[in-house]
Structures are given as structure tokens and as C-alpha cells.
């Protein structure tokens, strides 16, 4: 069983950055591979990027890759999501997952309660 909490989202302007967190819980957090997703209302929750268990590996989606970045410290029990050049399309509630490597929401068995990210233009 793995607990996860977001943190660290906010209102920022467009342009400008945010940081989210994603604590664990429980055993085993080294070994699962993270994902982050957001979802807007009406809509699916959507892929943004995933990490490898070993953090050698990571992957995004066309629409943040090159502005968002996606670590983790296996020693904190914490992943993280730099998220630099925001826009207002990024304006959604962010998830963090951990489970299967993939960008689908249904191969991630744990999830966070969610962390609001507004970007206003």
C-alpha cells in the first residue's frame, strides 16, 4: 500500500513557474514507477509525464516536454514536477500516481487527492 499527498500548487501568472511535490507512504515507493496527470472538469485525466522506478527514465507529453521536468528522490519518498513557462491551458488539477510504466491513467494503482493548478493570462 502506497499514501500520496500533492503539494505546492497555486495561482501563478502565465510565464511563470511552480514546483509540485508528491509524498509516499508505505513500503515499496522505489520500487513503483510515478506519473503526474491533470484533469480539467468534463474532461479525461490526462498524461503528463512518468518516471522510472531508478529515475533513469522519463518520459512527457507533447504539450509540456521541454517546459515541465519530472524527478524524484527515492531516499525522500518524493517525487517532484518543475513546471516552468506556464500557460493557462495547464490550468487543471494535478494528480501523481505510482504503478505501471505508461501513460495510461488506468495502469497506475495508487493516486494522490489531486492539487489545484490555476495559470491566469
Known amino acids: 500500500q502506497v499514501q500520496l499527498v500533492e503539494s505546492g500548487g497555486g495561482l501563478v501568472q502565465a510565464g511563470g513557474s511552480l514546483r509540485l511535490s508528491c509524498a509516499a507512504s508505505?513500503?515499496?515507493?522505489?520500487?513503483?514507477?510515478m506519473g503526474w496527470f491533470r484533469q480539467v472538469p468534463g474532461k479525461e485525466r490526462e498524461f503528463v509525464a512518468s518516471?522510472?522506478?531508478?529515475?533513469?527514465?522519463?518520459d512527457y507529453s507533447d504539450s509540456v516536454k521541454g517546459r515541465f521536468t519530472i524527478s524524484r528522490e527515492n531516499a525522500k519518498n518524493t517525487e517532484y514536477l518543475q513546471m516552468n513557462m506556464l500557460k493557462p491551458e495547464d490550468t487543471a488539477v494535478y494528480y501523481c500516481?505510482?504503478?505501471?510504466?505508461?501513460?495510461?491513467?488506468?495502469?497506475?494503482?495508487?493516486w494522490g487527492q489531486g492539487t489545484q493548478v490555476t495559470v491566469s493570462s
Open positions: 518516471i522510472s522506478w531508478t529515475g533513469g527514465s522519463t
Open positions: 500516481a505510482a504503478g505501471s510504466w505508461s501513460r495510461l491513467a488506468s495502469d497506475y494503482r495508487y
Open positions: 508505505g513500503r515499496s515507493f522505489s520500487t513503483y514507477n
